[in-house]
């Protein structure tokens, strides 16, 4: 069995919870749909207080969306995941928290490893033009490219993962 995935802490005491949900894994992978159901309803709960938060929320739906359909692909029907969204000023972080195995967290290390390369502009564009074999993990490049936004990974001891991503949309509807 799956273990089940917690956040007992922040993973950096700066910024400050705004909302966190905890999900079965295998109700969460058994619709497509929930991605952007969940996107959407998390973008509108913490868009109240930015200036222009109709804006702000549909940047950081499509953002959401986009890692949340990353965990989706995963496809592991074991345990639960959850999504932790925090702000310090204008910077709004994504905290996923699954269940991963050694392989899939190999793939998130060498996605991150790619952005922060240099290359991740001409990736990107390459993927936009239709060059044959756009990678999976073109979503986290658009991410760092279309949005600024930067990600890491922690690796935890029970076949678990978070990835971390922070988006600073706040700077982006002044």
Not at 7 to 21: G, K, N
Not at 24 to 29: D, L, R, V
Not at 108 to 118: M, N, S, T
Not at 160 to 173: A, S, Y
Request: charged share 20%; proline share 3%.
């Amino acid at each position: 069995m799956a273990p089940n995935v917690t956040h007992s802490e922040t993973l950096d005491p700066d910024f400050r919870i705004m909302v966190h949900i905890d999900m079965e894994m295998g109700t969460f992978i058994s619709n497509w749909t929930h991605c952007d159901y969940i996107a959407t309803f998390l973008a509108r709960t913490i868009s109240h207080n930015r200036p222009d938060s109709v804006l702000f929320s549909n940047l950081f739906s499509s953002a959401l969306n986009e890692l949340l359909e990353l965990t989706f692909r995963s496809r592991h029907a074991g345990g639960t995941f959850a999504c932790r969204i925090l702000r310090q000023d204008t910077i709004d972080r994504v905290e996923l928290t699954f269940t991963s195995t050694k392989e899939e967290q190999r793939f998130f290390e060498q996605a991150i490893a790619r952005i922060r390369g240099g290359d991740a502009e001409a990736d990107y564009m390459s993927s936009l033009s239709g060059d044959p074999g756009p990678s999976r993990d073109i979503l986290l490049v658009e991410l760092a490219v279309s949005y600024g936004a930067t990600v890491s990974i922690n690796a935890h001891t029970n076949d678990t993962i978070t990835l971390v991503v922070d988006l600073p949309l706040g700077n982006m509807t002044h």
